[in-house]
Each structure stands twice: as C-alpha cells, then as structure tokens.
C-alpha cells in the first residue's frame, strides 16, 4: 500500500514558479519501482495528464499543455516526487494530483495508476 500526500498549492500570479511535492509512505524499495504521475483537474473539465517519469527518472513524458514549464523530479531516496512549474498562466488553475504506478502501461493512462493523492489546489491570477 502507498499514500501520497500532495503540498504546494496556493494563489499565484501568472508568470510565476511555484514547486509541488509529494511525498509517499511506503518503502524505498516500492517507491523505486514505481512510475510516478502528476494528472490536474481544472473547474468543469475532467481530470487530464500533465506529467510523469519513469523508474529511475530517466525517462519523462509531458502533455503538450505544460510542455516546456514543467519539470517532473523524483527523489528516490525521499520518497519524494515534485512538479516544478515555471511561467504559470491562467489555464493552469487547477487541483493537482500525484499518482504511483507498479504496473506497465502508458503513463497518460488513469487506469494504469495504482495510488493517489488527495489534491493540491492552485490557482493562478493574471
């Protein structure tokens, strides 16, 4: 079992940085196999990927939408995954999630993740 606690969140104006993290509790050993997900929620629409990494961090993928302003980092060693979100703009107003995964699929997939976290919220300003 793995629990995933999102922080970070806030108001924020457009233009600005801000840096999420989320932190796992389960071994380090667990944490290392897993990919990890980062999907976001914007008022009305549905829950769409933005970020993820593979195993090691070697490996990452990016939606077209936060290509280029986010970072996905992995921090095996602390059980820790961030979202570092640079030039923020309006359309990224929304509820952030983190996602763990064992298993093998697409990392835009829901369906393949296997724990969540509860959600941070960030609103941007112009």
């Known amino acids: 079992q793995v629990q995933l606690v999102e922080s970070g969140g806030g108001l924020v104006q457009a233009g600005t940085s801000l840096r999420f993290s989320c932190v796992a509790s389960t071994s380090e050993q667990t944490f290392s196999r897993s990919a990890l997900g980062w999907f976001r929620q914007a008022p009305g629409k549905e829950r769409e990927f933005a970020a993820a990494t593979n195993m090691a961090g070697m490996r990452s993928l990016y939606s077209d939408a936060v290509k280029g302003r986010f970072t996905i980092i992995r921090d095996n060693a602390k059980n820790t995954v961030f979202l570092q979100m640079n030039r923020l703009i309006e359309e990224d107003t929304a509820v952030y999630y983190c996602?763990?995964?064992?298993?093998?699929?697409?990392?835009?997939?829901?369906?393949?993740?296997?724990?969540w976290g509860q959600g941070t919220q960030v609103t941007v300003s112009s």
């Open positions: 996602a763990a995964k064992l298993a093998i699929g697409p990392f835009q997939r829901e369906a393949t993740y296997d724990y």
